[in-house]
């Protein structure tokens, strides 16, 4: 997401997630069941509970 400033310039944020061991996930979640790393909604979310798991790599910025 990324607030709009005025300037054309926008940033993204790119960085590599290790997700374990996955489950099907709710909003009401505070941590994956036993057994599990990481919950999801089928395929394009993927929630992480850890920050650890999680390195930023790069940051682009870009028109």
Do not use: Q, W
Not at 32 to 42: L, V
Not at 46 to 57: K, L, N, P, S
């Amino acid at each position: 997401h990324d607030y709009t400033d005025g300037s054309s310039e926008r940033t993204m944020f790119l960085a590599r997630v290790l997700i374990g061991r996955t489950c099907i996930g709710n909003s009401s979640m505070k941590v994956p069941p036993e057994g599990f790393d990481t919950t999801t909604n089928g395929g394009h979310i993927f929630v992480i509970y850890h920050d650890a798991g999680a390195y930023g790599e790069y940051l682009i910025t870009y028109r």
